[in-house]
């Protein structure tokens, strides 16, 4: 897999911990509700896993967020420019 396919799913896997734990809800909580293993749910907030479309929506209407919100950049900032500022933070 690509370096900047690891870091996105990285950002990604960081955003859904990040929910989850403001919701307070442990992987497996999350994972029942998404339909998914607790194994599967542990693999993708670590990015050891693809994510699917499919499941990221499911995970985003969860939450109650675009699925944009996963990926989202700041204002103006290209997606090559955030994978060189991000790869510092991995």
């Given at each position: 897999?690509?370096?900047?396919?690891?870091?996105?799913?990285?950002?990604?896997?960081?955003?859904?911990?990040?929910?989850?734990?403001?919701?307070?809800?442990?992987?497996?909580?999350?994972?029942?509700?998404v339909d998914l293993s607790k194994t599967h749910m542990g693999r993708i907030e670590r990015a050891e896993s693809n994510v699917t479309v499919e499941t990221l929506n499911r995970i985003a209407e969860f939450f109650n967020v675009p699925i944009t919100y996963f990926l989202k950049l700041k204002k103006g900032l290209s997606l090559t420019i955030f994978l060189t500022k991000i790869k510092h933070q991995f």
């Open positions: 897999m690509k370096a900047d396919s690891i870091i996105l799913l990285k950002l990604i896997g960081r955003r859904i911990k990040e929910l989850r734990e403001q919701e307070n809800l442990s992987q497996l909580q999350l994972a029942n509700e």
